[in-house]
């Protein structure tokens, strides 16, 4: 993810579609932190990806490693502050389309929500 200026104006819905597959894990765990900070309270998150990964130049990305961004970013905020997993979606590719491993493939969505 690019870098955001840190006087950027929080925002109502921030969406990452098709892209956290091509960062490395450590970038995309502060990639979703500075998601989720730029987001309004009482904003929204989402975060759709491949699952596992599809092409040679992607990351499989764990289950668990936005659940760890939301545990983090939760633990450094203030006690009224956070951010909340309001729903997580597996969906079938019913394309036909195979992930490298030669599993089947699927689109993980995520929809979360910035604490008013």
């Given at each position: 993810?690019?870098e955001a200026s840190?006087?950027?104006?929080?925002?109502?819905?921030?969406?990452?579609?098709?892209?956290?597959?091509?960062v490395d894990e450590?970038?995309?765990?502060?990639?979703?932190?500075?998601?989720?900070?730029?987001?309004?309270?009482?904003?929204?998150?989402?975060?759709?990806?491949?699952?596992?990964?599809?092409?040679?130049?992607?990351?499989?990305?764990?289950?668990?490693?936005?659940?760890?961004?939301?545990?983090?970013?939760?633990?450094?905020?203030?006690?009224?502050?956070?951010?909340?997993?309001?729903?997580?979606?597996?969906?079938?590719?019913?394309?036909?389309?195979?992930?490298?491993?030669?599993?089947?493939?699927?689109?993980?969505?995520?929809?979360?929500?910035?604490?008013?």
């Amino acid at each position: 993810m690019g870098e955001a200026s840190d006087t950027a104006a929080p925002f109502d819905v921030i969406t990452s579609v098709g892209v956290l597959q091509y960062v490395d894990e450590e970038s995309r765990a502060s990639s979703l932190s500075k998601m989720f900070s730029m987001a309004v309270r009482g904003g929204f998150v989402e975060v759709q990806y491949p699952t596992p990964a599809s092409r040679e130049h992607q990351f499989t990305i764990k289950h668990n490693e936005i659940e760890k961004a939301v545990e983090a970013f939760n633990q450094a905020a203030t006690p009224n502050d956070g951010i909340d997993i309001i729903m997580d979606k597996l969906v079938p590719d019913f394309s036909g389309r195979k992930a490298l491993d030669g599993s089947d493939l699927s689109f993980r969505t995520v929809i979360l929500k910035r604490r008013p």
